[in-house]
């Protein structure tokens, strides 16, 4: 029997580590061999989406690197749902299944 656990963490990043955290994690985006998106809404048809653009900034590093966690992985623990936000942002952003998917995804 599945169990869902909701669990909050905050996370602290000094502002010298965040570019870090961005190349970390958009080097593993690149290992993992990215995802696509829907050339536009009307198209069956993908693009690949670049590390830069899955990982924009320091928020999206840290949600790619908790939402691809393979401790977590290793362990038997599939990261359903990361979401985020920031003092800075007025908006809660979120990235289910880690922003991938099976097909086409947006990120």
């Known amino acids: 029997m599945k169990k869902i656990y909701e669990i909050g963490i905050e996370v602290e990043v000094e502002e010298v580590d965040e570019q870090r955290a961005i190349r970390a994690a958009r080097d593993h985006y690149r290992a993992s061999g990215g995802a696509e998106e829907p050339i536009d809404d009307n198209s069956d048809l ?28 290793g362990a038997g623990i599939h990261v359903v749902e990361v979401s985020c936000q920031s003092e800075d942002l007025s908006e809660t952003l979120s990235a289910s299944d880690g922003g991938k998917d099976a097909g086409c995804v947006a990120p």
Do not use: H, K, T
Not at 61 to 70: G, S
């Open 46 to 73: 993908c693009r690949g989406v670049s590390p830069e653009e899955f990982v924009p900034d320091a928020i999206g590093a840290i949600m790619e690197l908790i939402a691809d966690n393979d401790l977590l992985e």
